[in-house]
């Protein structure tokens, strides 16, 4: 493999690697909002909201500390 060809396969796995973390940091960022929308809308509490959305328990403190 060639010093070029290398280079390439690098920016590659850079690229496809940030674009998988933005989707998911994207998910994330979308299930918070969907979260206070539902506390706001519905006066649920974080709790139940994360549970309406489907949440694992496991992963409330998670989703609490960015509330």
């Known amino acids: 493999m060639t010093y070029e060809m290398k280079l390439q396969e690098m920016q590659d796995f850079g690229y496809n690697k940030g674009k998988t973390d933005g ?37 409330f403190s998670r989703y609490l500390a960015l509330l």
Do not use: D, V, W
């Open 23 to 59: 989707k998911i940091e994207g998910k994330f960022e979308g299930k918070i909002e969907s979260i206070k929308e539902l506390m706001r809308n519905l006066n649920l509490s974080p709790e139940k909201a994360m549970k309406a959305l489907g949440i694992a328990p496991s992963e």
